[in-house]
């Protein structure tokens, strides 16, 4: 059994703008729009509670689908870089940007440089381990009996747009991989911030190229894929070579809770090769969630499923 914590849109970096300078741009409406809001919201002592109930649920791998940030300032990512080294250390724990962290255009070397332990590949995956900056996405990294592959839709977008997109050159590259994988007898878990799947939210959210993404899916396939985004948890199907792809979206790893359906939660997944004489999937996949308790303060169960 390997099990592997998912975690989204952590959005407790405080934002404090570097100079005027900083917010002429797309910046301005997301700086106010925390302090008129989301500052109230988004707590960094949830993701705190968040991160002692790791220590004890103790998952081999933990994964971030991005938005560490809130409007993509310098500090921000530094103190994004302290979260994710109290998640725990680079070998553990996998990221990929969200669009929050490209909200507008930055140099790499004051923005995701910072985080680039996280980010990129691993020798384990035969991969070149390149510098952020210079990635190649899909990053790919071995752990187990899984191979994660970290997709990249972020990147910046004009005011009031979220959305996100892979590119040709990237879904080249992830169907060449997907498919190099699945001959390895590997679990294949893709990572992307935006939904997949049709529907999942609204135009100005969404990823621009998810018919592509899917055809690369149906094609190459996957066992599982995980976003964020949408501050909700959500489970699609998108169909595949040998049956269908669960697509499970997970809520805000920081949200209070106003809205008792966006309230903060990780996922938990344990994975296991399944009998080699069994029809059906190569590996069985089961989902436990994890939520937040304002009485406690504290993460609980909250359910469990097979998918």
């Known amino acids: 059994m390997f099990s592997v914590a998912h975690l989204s849109d952590l959005h407790a970096t405080p934002v404090r703008p570097d ?7 797309k910046r301005f409406f997301g700086w106010l729009s925390w302090n008129l809001r989301r500052k109230r919201v988004y707590r960094s002592d949830i993701l705190a509670a968040l991160i002692d109930d790791l220590r004890e649920t103790k998952p081999d791998q933990v994964v971030v689908t991005g938005d560490l940030t809130n409007i993509g300032l310098e500090s ?12 725990g250390d680079p070998d553990r724990v996998f990221a990929i940007p969200g669009n929050h962290d490209a909200y507008v255009a930055i140099d ?3 923005s995701l440089a910072r985080w680039a332990e996280y980010l990129k590949s691993d020798r384990s995956s035969g991969a070149s381990p390149e510098v952020v900056g210079e990635i190649e996405y899909p990053t790919v990294r071995r752990r187990g009996p899984v191979a994660f592959v970290g997709v990249c839709s972020a990147h910046p977008t004009s005011l009031f747009k979220a959305g996100g997109t892979v590119g040709s050159a990237q879904l080249e590259r ?17 990572l992307i911030h935006h939904p997949v799947t049709d529907g999942a939210t609204s135009p100005r ?15 190459a396939g996957a066992d599982l894929v995980l976003h964020g985004h949408n501050h909700r948890s959500q489970f699609f199907q998108v169909p595949g070579p040998d049956g269908p792809i669960p697509v499970v979206g997970v809520r805000s790893a920081s949200n ?38 304002p009485e406690t303060r504290r993460f609980a169960p909250e359910g469990e499923r097979v998918l």
Not at 76 to 87: D, G, N, T
Not at 274 to 286: E, K, Q
Request: proline share 4%.
């Open 174 to 190: 992830l169907e060449a991989l997907l498919t190099e994988l699945g001959g390895a007898d590997l679990c294949r878990v893709v």
């Open 108 to 110: 790499p070397d004051r």
């Open 256 to 293: 209070r809770g106003n809205d008792p359906e966006k309230r903060a939660h990780y996922h938990l997944y344990d994975i296991e090769a399944a009998p080699r004489d069994a029809l059906g999937p190569r590996f069985r996949v089961s989902v436990r969630a994890r939520g937040y308790d």
């Open 205 to 219: 959210r969404s990823l621009s190229d998810a018919d592509s993404f899917r055809a690369v899916l149906r094609r």
């Open 19 to 25: 100079g005027l300078r900083s917010l002429l741009n």
């Open 76 to 87: 921000e990512f530094e103190a994004a870089r302290s979260w994710l080294a109290r998640i």
